[in-house]
């Protein structure tokens, strides 16, 4: 369109997707400096900094979780929070180092509110995930990751459609037009959220079993 570079060039207006904002050639380093910039939807405001997926461009493994949290927020790092300890603590468990792996988000910036002195995550609506999908995209596309790890139905629904439902699929490896293998299982936040210490062990198992099979499953 004519007209597209000036609205490009407008940093305040909003865009209704990150597509416009994404590199004429892809590679992670590119991909990482061009996300600082994205307007694709209004959660720009309200955050610190894009918190784009880091790890290796060779990794065989991704892991997608939601949006990032306070301290992903703060540091500019996914997966740096209480939740990100507990998640890198069960890809140990199951064979795999952080080091090894790509890490992102479905949705690269934090959205939160207020509760007292404390930023609380939000879950992100469908238009958000939908606007800041096209940075996952191409983060698949650079890294080819032979499997990919949904935590989360939010994840799972990102890469697949928004019918997903994880209690029916947690666990299974699926393929999909992404990648070899796809497999969703709980996101580490919901063991932390789990009423009880029975719960909370159950789900951190789950997590471990399947991360079991996804490391498998990449070599
Ligand atoms: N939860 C997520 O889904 N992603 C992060 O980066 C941190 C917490
Ligand atoms: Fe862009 Fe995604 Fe951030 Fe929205 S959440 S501004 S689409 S990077």
Same mark, same amino acid.
């Given at each position: 369109? &004519?007209?597209? @570079?000036? @609205?490009?060039?407008?940093?305040?207006?909003? #865009?209704?997707? %990150?597509? +416009?904002?994404?590199?004429? #050639?892809?590679?992670?380093?590119?991909?990482?400096?061009?996300?600082?910039?994205?307007?694709?939807?209004?959660?720009?405001?309200?955050?610190?900094?894009?918190?784009?997926?880091?790890?290796?461009?060779?990794?065989?493994?991704?892991?997608?979780?939601?949006?990032?949290?306070?301290?992903?927020? &703060? +540091?500019?790092?996914?997966?740096?929070?209480?939740?990100?300890?507990?998640?890198?603590?069960?890809?140990?468990?199951?064979?795999?180092?952080?080091?090894? =792996?790509?890490?992102?988000?479905?949705?690269?910036?934090?959205?939160? /509110? +207020?509760?007292?002195? &404390?930023?609380? $995550?939000?879950?992100? @609506?469908?238009?958000?995930?939908?606007?800041?999908?096209?940075?996952? /995209?191409?983060?698949? /596309?650079?890294? !080819?990751?032979?499997?990919?790890?949904?935590?989360?139905?939010?994840? %799972?629904?990102?890469?697949?459609? &928004?019918?997903?439902?994880?209690?029916?699929?947690?666990?299974?490896?699926?393929?999909?037009?992404?990648? $070899?293998? =796809?497999?969703?299982?709980? $996101?580490? @936040?919901?063991?932390?959220?789990?009423?009880?210490?029975?719960?909370? $062990? !159950?789900?951190?198992?789950?997590?471990? #079993?399947?991360?079991?099979?996804?490391?498998?499953?990449?070599?």
């Amino acid at each position: 369109m &004519r007209f597209a @570079s000036l @609205s490009r060039a407008d940093p305040t207006k909003l #865009h209704d997707s %990150a597509i +416009q904002f994404l590199p004429s #050639h892809f590679s992670l380093k590119s991909l990482r400096e061009s996300a600082q910039g994205c307007r694709g939807c209004e959660l720009f405001r309200h955050a610190t900094q894009t918190v784009f997926g880091s790890g290796p461009a060779q990794a065989r493994l991704m892991i997608i979780g939601e949006v990032p949290g306070d301290q992903e927020d &703060r +540091q500019g790092k996914p997966f740096v929070g209480p939740a990100g300890k507990l998640l890198v603590q069960c890809l140990e468990a199951a064979g795999a180092a952080r080091s090894e =792996v790509y890490l992102t988000n479905a949705v690269k910036h934090f959205k939160w /509110e +207020q509760r007292g002195k &404390r930023r609380l $995550h939000t879950k992100p @609506s469908m238009r958000e995930i939908r606007a800041c999908r096209p940075w996952l /995209e191409a983060e698949i /596309e650079v890294v !080819r990751p032979r499997t990919i790890v949904c935590l989360g139905a939010t994840a %799972a629904q990102t890469v697949f459609d &928004r019918n997903f439902r994880l209690t029916q699929h947690l666990g299974k490896l699926m393929s999909s037009p992404l990648a $070899h293998f =796809v497999i969703a299982t709980y $996101h580490p @936040s919901s063991a932390l959220r789990a009423p009880d210490l029975a719960e909370r $062990h !159950r789900i951190k198992n789950r997590l471990i #079993h399947d991360l079991k099979i996804a490391v498998k499953s990449a070599k």
